[in-house]
């Protein structure tokens, strides 16, 4: 289980990720550690898997390829003595570790890519055939610029070096729910989600302890 913990207050959201290994009783988590509902993630809220999906991106990834090429930057680069600095994978090197994934590694990440694009460009939990073709020829024909995130870049380099392979296999989630990528995403089943200011708060390690099917954890998002 790859668990984030901080600073925490009732008014935090909170998550848990579960894969399904045979033998997950829900009610009995439920009960165990008042973490009410658990759910398919495919009948989660849109807002609750919005969320999971952007606050867990680094880590998905991390669980497609294994741990991840990062390039370390400063947060103030303007400021010589302040030594303060911060990791974001490094897209180019990830690019050339996708050439060689495999075909589960491939449709994981391309169930990343359909996530960005349902929630940064169509604005859609669906999508429809040409809304994946045109996404990704605009995405191939994007550049980076001050204002582009880690995700986006990730985006349009995918397009850019991988346009067929990513439409072969981005084509087959027309229609499908956000909740249902996100599950071939995780390679998960459960989810577990707390939004902010509903009071509930379950500790990670707590749940790390009681239930090995737990991948990912955060009890302090944002």
Known sequence: MKIR?????NSSSSSFIFKDL???NVSFYERALNLSPILPIREQPLDAIKEVYGWYSEDI???IYGELPVIKLRFF?????????YNVPDVAKIIKI????????WERITAFVVLYVMFRIC????LGNEDIKNAISTLAKSDVNDDTFWEDELAMALAK???EKLLEYALPFTGIKAGIVLEKCLDADYMFYAPEGSGIYTNCEDVAELIPACILGCDHMG
């Open 5 to 9: 913990s901080d600073f925490v207050t």
């Open 22 to 24: 045979g033998d997950f």
């Open 61 to 63: 990834l991390e669980m």
């Open 77 to 85: 680069p303007e400021d010589d003595d302040d030594d303060s600095t």
């Open 98 to 105: 996708i050439k060689d994934c495999s075909e589960e590694q």
């Open 123 to 126: 604005r859609n939990e669906v």
């Open 161 to 163: 070096n991988y346009s």
